[in-house]
């Protein structure tokens, strides 16, 4: 069974940048997509993007051209890159795993295989 630890969270100025990693172990990576959704206080937990294992991105809609995601398979991380950041970008982020071992994207939906503890972000103006 994977399992996954997030880092790079942190207190940001609007306008700033943040890296954020979320490191597997366990299982076979390559089984996975892995994938980032996010919560803000008092609001449901969405869905953010993901990565195939081979690496493709896959965004929400409301996902826009500040947020990229990649993946190194040799490290087993994957990472999300959001530049320009806004207030309403705090939130926890979490990083997750969708059991895809026949390949293909993941946009979120169906089972989830493992959740990682969270990270927060937390964006000021």
């Known amino acids: 069974q994977v399992q996954l630890v997030e880092s790079g969270g942190g207190l940001v100025q609007a306008g700033g940048s943040l890296r954020l990693s979320c490191a597997a172990s366990?299982?076979?990576?390559?089984?996975?997509?892995v994938g980032w959704f996010r919560q803000a206080p008092g609001k449901e937990r969405e869905f953010v993007g993901s990565a195939s294992f081979t690496g493709s991105p896959y965004y929400a809609d409301s996902a826009n051209d500040r947020f990229r995601i990649s993946r190194d398979n040799a490290k087993k991380q994957v990472h999300l890159q959001m530049n320009s950041l806004k207030p309403e970008g705090t939130a926890a982020y979490y990083c997750a795993a969708h059991h895809a071992p026949y390949g293909g994207g993941w946009h979120g939906d169906g089972e989830v295989a493992a959740w990682g503890q969270g990270t927060q972000v937390t964006v000021y103006s």
């Open positions: 366990g299982g076979t990576f390559s089984n996975y997509n």
